[in-house]
């Protein structure tokens, strides 16, 4: 059996006396789509934090790659291949595409026989061009601001900065939030390309219809304790949403939420 790209072991998160996260465990394997689900306050983006070095784990260790992993801080994360894309998508919206795309890793040239460093916007807007093309992104000119762009080809932007840079594992949080349909659909099929080029995704959503429409497992948290996981083909939206709300449990029928444990208030 292929070992996972990535293996979280009884990760438990506290903030003061609340737990966000409750001795979770999940692996992701390369080439899949995992939704990660759960209503408000559930610990998602808690845990996908704690996965992405903007948190600590209290408790727990982490594998990545079949080795010991523990990232202190996101761009430590980044190093080892695992980009997060959240709602805000950290784009700097008075920059271009290839700006962005290359945001922090900017390449340089010297001239003056090496007396002068500047930006080599060239390179890098031929290199974002590329990129955008392998994912069958196109737009009608990639030096305009990005506070230019639509909601759906800002994500498609923050997705190819992630490809460029040899990506291993995706995160994404809401990436559909606030889209209209035809933009929706275009991130889903974006979503699909990365599982076809072997990138796992993890994908955060509350749009059950979008989690049916790309992923292969399912992974239901409530009240920072992982309640089920589910093959995508082998359950159906009424049955999430038991789960969802705390309706249903199959890790730990008939014991009750540990006091404390965190609810609509957590991170």
């Known amino acids: 059996?292929?070992?996972?790209?990535?293996?979280?072991?009884?990760?438990?998160?506290?903030?003061?006396?609340?737990?966000?996260?409750?001795?979770?465990?999940?692996?992701?394997?390369?080439?899949?789509?995992?939704?990660?689900?759960?209503?408000?306050?559930?610990?998602?983006?808690?845990?996908?934090?704690?996965?992405s070095g903007v948190y600590h784990a209290d408790e727990g260790e982490m594998f990545f790659e079949g080795k010991r992993a523990h990232f202190s801080h996101p761009i430590d994360a980044r190093r080892h291949g695992v980009e997060t894309i959240y709602q805000d998508l950290a784009l700097a919206n008075?920059?271009?595409?290839?700006?962005?795309?290359?945001?922090?890793?900017?390449?340089?040239?010297?001239?003056?026989?090496?007396?002068?460093?500047?930006?080599?916007?060239?390179?890098?807007?031929?290199?974002?061009?590329?990129?955008?093309?392998?994912?069958?992104i196109h737009f009608p000119s990639l030096i305009e601001p990005i506070e230019s762009l639509s909601g759906g080809q800002r994500q498609a932007v923050a997705i190819a900065r992630a490809v460029y840079w040899d990506a291993k594992l995706m995160i994404m949080d809401e990436p559909t939030n606030n889209l209209g349909v035809p933009e929706q659909q275009k991130v889903l099929e974006l979503i699909c390309k990365l599982r076809e080029r072997g990138v796992p995704v993890i994908l955060i959503t509350h749009t059950l219809p979008d989690a049916f429409a790309v992923t292969d497992r399912l992974i239901v948290m409530h009240r920072g304790r992982k309640v089920t996981e589910k093959v995508t083909s082998e359950t159906n939206m009424e049955e999430l949403v038991q789960y969802m709300v705390g309706a249903r449990d199959d890790t730990n029928k008939g014991v009750p939420s540990p006091q404390g444990e965190i609810g609509s208030r957590g991170p």
């Open 1 to 51: 059996m292929t070992e996972p790209l990535l293996s979280v072991r009884n990760i438990t998160k506290c903030f003061g006396g609340l737990i966000a996260v409750n001795n979770v465990s999940c692996e992701i394997n390369r080439g899949e789509v995992v939704g990660l689900l759960g209503d408000n306050g559930a610990g998602k983006s808690t845990l996908i934090k704690c996965i």
């Open 94 to 136: 008075n920059l271009d595409v290839g700006a962005n795309i290359f945001l922090g890793r900017e390449v340089k040239k010297r001239r003056l026989a090496g007396l002068i460093k500047t930006l080599d916007d060239q390179h890098m807007l031929r290199e974002s061009r590329r990129t955008l093309d392998s994912l069958h």
